[in-house]
């Protein structure tokens, strides 16, 4: 696929998300034996491309639900405060549950939905993330797999969005600073 104009480069190549998700998905079905049937959590909307190419590399059975939140804050930053748009469908008490979630940035969407599913009762809670900003983080938090580290930029493509958009892009890209940010 063309790389946007908006786009100052690509950071994960399409071939190099393919490889790496297949890997995740061994790393996780080790984790688990086969009568667990983990429920994978996916959280949306930026997580559903890693979700669907995730599962169709795991063998063992599983089932899959799906979580929506939004996060009060300016249009590339969370503020912590978080809204349950869409709640899971199913009671998780006693189910080993994984959160699959496009990006770890400050750590506080992931540290909510965590605290929030904790309360349900889930016989293991786990967490498994397609990209982490490390320098970006505010909450201590655990994240059992995770694709790739990246660095402190604003990425878009595989699911993840700029105000919706490029959420098509089969591979990850960095968005050039003027289109988020008003020219001065
Ligand atoms: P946190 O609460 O600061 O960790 O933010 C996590 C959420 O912010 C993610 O689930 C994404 O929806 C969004 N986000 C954070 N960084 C990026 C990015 O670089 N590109 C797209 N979305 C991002
Ligand atoms: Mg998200």
Redesign the pocket.
Known sequence: MRVPDDLERVLISGEQLQARVAELAAELEAAYSEGDRPLLVC?LK?AFVFLADLVRHIEMPHEVDFMEVA?YGSG???S?VVRILLDLERNIQGRHVVIV??????????TYIVRNLRTRGPASLRVCALLT?PA?RECELDVDFVGFEIPD????GYG???AQAYRNLPFIGVLKREAYSPSP
Do not use: Q
């Open positions: 959280v930026g996060s590339t930053a969370s912590g979630e496009d990006i770890v940035d400050s750590g506080r969407t992931l900003k970006r930029e604003f990425v878009v993840l969005d700029y």
